[in-house]
């Protein structure tokens, strides 16, 4: 059993920047990759960013590259989501995720709430 802890959400201007961390703990050698999802109201939840645990290559959605980036330390079994130049379409729960080796089924935090507004 892994728990995925998340902070760093908050209120912030558009073009602000916030840095999300998502700390696991429990059955750590279960879990490779790990990413990002988000979910606005009425939409589904879906990939921000995710890094494999090795080689920690990454993928992005389309409207966070160049924008956001994601990175991991194994060591202290944290992901991290850098996200620069917020604009307002980023408003969502941001949901920390990762997946187990043999396993169909992820983890996932309880999410936390990232509000860009002016």
């Known amino acids: 059993q892994v728990q995925l802890v998340e902070s760093g959400g908050g209120l912030v201007q558009p073009g602000g920047s916030l840095r999300l961390s998502c700390t696991a703990s429990?059955?750590?050698?279960?879990?490779?990759?790990m990413g990002w999802y988000r979910q606005a109201p009425g939409k589904e939840r879906d990939l921000v960013a995710r890094i494999t645990r090795t080689f920690h290559n990454t993928n992005y959605a389309e409207s966070v590259k160049g924008r956001f980036t994601i990175s991991r330390d194994n060591a202290k079994n944290t992901v991290y989501l850098q996200m620069n130049s917020l604009k307002p379409e980023d408003t969502a729960v941001y949901y920390c995720?990762?997946?187990?080796?043999?396993?169909?089924?992820?983890?996932w935090g309880q999410g936390t709430q990232v509000t860009v507004s002016s």
């Open positions: 995720n990762a997946e187990r080796t043999g396993y169909r089924t992820d983890y």
């Open positions: 429990g059955s750590i050698a279960s879990i490779n990759a």
